[in-house]
């Protein structure tokens, strides 16, 4: 009998799974699209990338105690739901239910697809992406879309099928990407990894404790019964985009630096007035570059780490001195190698995470995406937005963003939970975070070069 191809999960991958398996943890991407997509055309799409991509078409499963991706002898395609557009909030409402639905992930594939659209005369519509975050990390998740629309975008065939140009004869592909840990630097792999771990593991312990200390009575709490994602759409326009990074390089810091400062003093402006207390937020190092051999961007898989960090957020704080700290703080772990470091531990510490109800991972977590390229090149439609969004639940942090700068405009995409905040105060918080940037952005244009 043949062996069915199975990889176990990295140790990042096993992280993001154990929070699955507690909350639903999933990236939801959406598109925003004005032109004609076929039904046929987007399944062609799909099912070719379900040809090229084995952890499109897996479940995970357990062995013993330990998670893999498993391909089963089923080839489940990618499921596509059409959704009627009731509103122009109907595509919001449907990202808010697909963070909330979790994937079972003993059932291939773990990717789904909505298509909202309007009245037969309408030409805008919205494609949206949702996977289980175990599966995907930003790059892939991208790669994906760009596979998707130059599929779909291709016109019809001799015979009528869409997606022409697709080598339908071709075999499906069953080796699976190896695992971040198969692939990090020979200094963070087996007992050359010891010593750094050990002394990574002392500092985070010292900063918990030092962290914990300072906040007790203060901090945020877990909010209790049910609750449900909020979404916040936020997008910059051309020219103010072009102004805040034409800052961020004056000022020498990076716009991810920038954006933290700028949300930290948004969410502690409006929660914690008047204080002066260690908030955490939180680094997402891509580490495709950095693995031994790299890995593209094109593999579908995850290769992300998390790294959380804690600085002291005075509410009348200076922008650009927050970001500069910021910035010099992610340096300096950096330099240290804590990226693979958090990625070799992500497991134990997520699984120390959910096991304390009472404790909230942060107040702000932002992952910045850069200058995101995504086009349509040929096809009958044209892609006029992108949003992204990442599931949070009540042990997360406070509130959540995704950005990235699509078409020359910085796109900002908040999560927030109602049993934490109410809509008015979400986005009070947003309109804080732009007033700051705005306003700061302003002071070091009109600062002598």
């Known amino acids: 009998m043949d062996r069915v191809p199975a990889r176990p999960l990295g140790t990042f991958e096993r992280a993001q799974y154990l929070t699955g398996e507690r909350f639903a943890y999933n990236l939801v991407v959406s598109l925003h699209l004005r032109g004609a997509v076929s039904a046929a055309g987007l399944q062609a799409a799909l099912e070719d990338l379900q040809r090229r991509h084995p952890l499109l078409r897996c479940a995970i499963h357990r062995r013993g105690k ?4 498993e391909l089963g002898p ?3 395609p990618i499921p596509v739901r059409r959704v009627e557009r009731l509103d122009n909030d109907t595509w919001k409402a449907e990202v808010e239910a697909e963070l909330a639905l979790p994937f079972e992930t003993r059932r291939a594939p773990l990717v789904r697809v909505a298509h ?3 009245d037969p005369g309408s030409e805008r519509h919205e494609l949206q992406f949702t996977f289980a975050h175990a599966l995907v990390d930003g790059a892939a998740a991208l790669s994906f879309l760009r596979g998707v629309l130059a599929a779909a975008g291709r016109p019809a065939g001799p015979s009528g099928t869409y997606g022409a140009g697709l080598d339908r004869a071709s075999s499906w592909a069953s080796t699976f990407p190896p695992s971040a840990d198969d692939r990090l630097p020979a200094c963070h792999r087996g007992l050359r ?8 593991l002392a500092r985070q312990m010292a ?3 030092a962290y914990r200390w300072r906040t007790r009575g203060q901090r945020s709490m877990p909010p209790a019964g049910p609750f449900h994602c909020r979404v916040l759409p936020l997008a910059f326009g051309e020219e103010e985009t072009s102004t805040l990074v034409r800052a961020t390089r004056r000022r020498r810091v990076s716009v991810w630096s920038a954006l933290n400062a700028a949300l930290l003093l948004a969410v502690v402006g409006r929660r914690y007035p008047g204080s002066c207390l260690p908030h955490r937020f939180f680094a997402f190092p891509m580490l495709r570059s950095y693995l031994s051999p790299p890995i593209p961007d094109d593999v579908v898989a995850s290769y992300t780490s998390v790294m959380r960090l804690a600085l002291p957020v005075d509410h009348d704080a200076e922008l650009w001195t927050l970001a500069a700290a910021i910035h010099r703080q992610s340096d300096r772990v950096a330099k240290r190698g804590e990226k693979f470091l958090s990625a070799r531990w992500s497991a134990l510490s997520m699984k120390a995470i959910l096991s304390q109800s009472g404790c909230r991972m942060g107040t702000a977590a932002l992952s910045y995406a850069g200058a995101v390229d995504l086009a349509a090149d040929g096809a009958p439609f044209a892609v ?3 949003h992204a969004f990442v599931s949070n639940f009540p ?3 406070e509130y959540t963003a995704q950005a990235r700068i699509f078409r020359r405009r910085l796109w900002l995409d908040f999560v927030y939970l109602d049993s934490d905040m109410n809509e008015a105060e979400a986005s009070a918080i947003a309109g804080d975070l732009r007033a700051l940037l705005a306003a700061s952005a302003a002071r070091v244009g009109e600062e002598p070069a």
Request: a negative charge.
């Open 395 to 397: 042990i997360g942090p």
């Open 384 to 386: 006029e937005g992108l």
């Open 207 to 209: 900063e918990e404790i």
């Open 74 to 76: 089923d080839r489940a």
């Open 66 to 69: 330990r998670p893999v991706f």
């Open 193 to 200: 990894a010891l010593g750094s771990s050990g002394r990574f």
């Open 116 to 118: 909202v659209v309007g």
